[in-house]
């Protein structure tokens, strides 16, 4: 029986090398069935060599790890260092590239690899329908003016944005507190409005400021609007934005405070790693990575291989 781990602590004590990190990662990655990574082999039996970590394929003959196929492939950073990243990610409230490759004595180079591989598996992860009541909200983010911080979200402006800032839609179910963040080009109607009718079950309360973008949903969700321009927070129905609002002052809290700054080619990515965390804060460390390792689509990978 292989010891569970629900600390750093006990996640260090259960990978003492990289033989133990293999086997991990192939039980998840397999659960017993193993499947050749290689292109155009089929071969679902191998055998173990001695240090347990390779793999020949009873098929094709080649040789494969664990990591076959997978962001861990073509990296020198042992996979223990590759776990103790994916933790820090999901524990810490933001971490740079610097302070990784500090904690884990690895290049800076090094840590931002890492770190862009990790949140593009973090991407991976199943946009769900929300329903019930669903909050929307955007944030603004970057911009050069040293005055506008990201904090300031200015209602009434006309187009509501600066030029030089990225407007990011959230969407958040009331009762699960689960979002998704989508980082749009604008904040018109035409932007805003086919993301949450994708994404938001029709009937469902939709609760939004006042903000022109939103007009006309009320023909498919019961919408509910808060007046921020009369200093609203509640509004008289009961519903408000504050949890969606709680969640994007995290998010730029890591962003003006750990990541300094954000381009908009990346800006997707860390919301992504800032939905992640918050959806799955609740869960276990071992949960944590075993999703982490799910949403690496292995057997998606494998399928692209053989396409
Ligand atoms: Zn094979």
Not at 64 to 90: D, P, Q, R
Not at 209 to 216: L, T, V
Not at 217 to 228: A, G, R
Request: charged share 25%; aromatic share 14%; glycine share 6%.
């Amino acid at each position: 029986m292989v010891p569970n781990f629900s600390n750093l602590l006990q996640l260090i004590d259960r990978f003492p090398d990289e033989k133990s990190c293999h086997q991990y990662l192939a039980g998840q990655r397999w659960d017993g069935v193993i499947e050749c990574p290689f292109k155009e082999c089929k071969g679902d039996t191998a055998w173990v060599f001695k240090d347990g970590i390779r793999y020949k394929c009873t098929c094709c003959k080649k040789i494969f790890t664990a990591k076959t196929g997978t962001i861990f492939e073509n990296s020198k950073i042992s996979l223990k260092t590759w776990f103790v990243a994916i933790y820090m990610v999901l524990h810490k409230k933001g971490i740079s590239s610097i302070q990784l490759s500090k904690d884990l004595g690895i290049t800076q180079k090094s840590a931002w690899f890492l770190l862009q591989r990790i949140r593009t598996v973090l991407g991976n992860e199943e946009i769900l329908e929300l329903s019930g009541t669903v909050m929307a909200d955007e944030t603004f983010v970057g911009g050069k003016n040293k005055n506008r911080h990201a904090n300031k979200k200015v209602k009434y402006s006309q187009g509501r944005s600066f030029k030089d800032k990225t407007p990011v839609l959230g969407l958040m179910e009331a009762e699960s507190s689960r979002v998704s963040c989508f980082v749009v080009p604008d904040t018109s109607t035409k932007s805003i409005q086919p993301i949450v009718k994708e994404y938001v079950t029709k009937g469902s309360n939709f609760v939004s400021d006042e903000w022109k973008a939103y007009n006309g949903l009320n023909s498919y969700y019961y919408h509910y609007v808060i007046d921020h321009g009369r200093k609203e927070y509640v509004g008289e129905h009961g519903f408000s934005t504050n949890a969606i609002e709680g969640f994007w002052s995290l998010c730029k809290r890591a962003i003006i405070g750990i990541y300094h700054k954000t381009s908009r080619k990346h800006l997707q990515k860390y919301f992504f790693e800032f939905a992640f965390r918050y959806n799955y804060r609740k869960l276990g460390v071992q949960q944590q990575i075993n999703l982490f390792i799910e949403n690496m689509h292995c057997r998606l990978k494998y399928k692209d291989l053989v396409s």
